[in-house]
């Protein structure tokens, strides 16, 4: 029964049923502030559920104002672990909600951050394993976001270190991993190859980069999906960025990875995004 209701939710987490997803985190507003108006909330998650969102990601807090309407076809996604800008380290992140709770307030899914190569990436560590234990004897999916960051990380890009990262994930008992991508964006693939689990790519690029090309390279790349915050909600149109990155996951132009445009294997996509993109948020 509990294996069941595991799927039913995975499911739920995918508006196409094609195992793909397209999430958007909104919990920046612990960590960094504000993200619109209190007056606005409401109106930014109805169009992020317009434009096709499978899932939003936010706080216990967050979760308990929505009107019940809010969601009727858009996934619930709790966060139960949180740091603020304000630390005297924010790469260390501490349990603040437990899956009971996101099953009280009719979560489809929990997520949790570890970073890895910070000062307390052992306890982060411990903290996703005991989420994990409840997420199996509650048939809830789990997430697990982890990024490679702190003082022992040289280049958080290497595919090598992010395989390691996936694999972290999946062994300690996560349905999918959001992280962040490799550089140059092609030897994403090599991740995607060592993960056992569905990766969600994370952010977007910060140099103001198209975001649609970014999202289809990582797509190309044999990514599971994206998990983009910041730079959907803080675009004018965010039902539109929404609209057209769905496509981009559920569509054509997330299928194309056995186009090559040459002997290398790069796609057309990630051939074009590796010309512009700087860095990644």
């Known amino acids: 029964m509990l294996k069941t209701g595991k799927l039913f939710r995975l499911r739920r987490l995918s508006l196409a049923g094609d195992d793909r997803h397209l999430l ?5 507003s612990v960590s960094d502030g504000p993200i619109v108006p209190p007056g606005q909330w409401d109106d930014l998650v109805r169009a992020l559920v317009a434009g096709g969102a499978d899932g939003i990601i936010v706080h216990k807090g967050r979760a308990r104002a929505l009107a019940p309407d809010t969601l009727k076809s858009c996934a619930l996604v709790v966060h139960l672990s949180v740091s603020t800008a304000c630390s005297a380290d924010v790469n260390a992140k501490v349990l603040v909600g437990d899956v009971e709770e996101a099953l009280r307030l009719g979560a489809d899914a929990v997520s949790v951050h570890v970073n890895i190569g910070s000062d307390t990436e052992g306890q982060q560590l411990a903290d996703l394993g005991a989420v994990a234990r409840s997420c199996d004897a509650w048939g809830m999916p789990l997430i697990a976001m982890v990024y490679p960051r702190g003082p022992r990380i040289e280049d958080p890009h290497d595919p090598a ?8 994930a999946a062994d ?12 140059p964006l092609e030897r ?4 995607v190859a060592h993960s056992p689990i569905p990766i969600l790519a994370a952010g977007g690029p910060p140099d103001g980069s198209d975001l649609i090309e970014y999202g289809t390279a990582a797509m190309s790349a044999g990514c599971g999906g994206l998990a983009i915050g910041r730079r959907i909600f803080s675009d004018p149109s965010p039902a539109s960025v929404v609209s057209r990155l769905s496509e981009v996951v559920h569509g054509k132009s997330g299928n194309s990875t056995n186009s090559s445009n040459s002997s290398n294997g790069m796609t057309d996509d990630m051939a074009q995004y590796s010309t512009i993109v700087a860095g990644i948020a």
């Open 24 to 28: 958007v985190p909104l919990d920046h």
């Open 172 to 183: 300690l008992g996560a349905d999918m991993v959001k992280t962040s991508v490799a550089l």
């Open 161 to 168: 270190l992010l395989a390691h990262l996936v694999n972290v």
């Open 188 to 191: 994403m693939a090599e991740v």
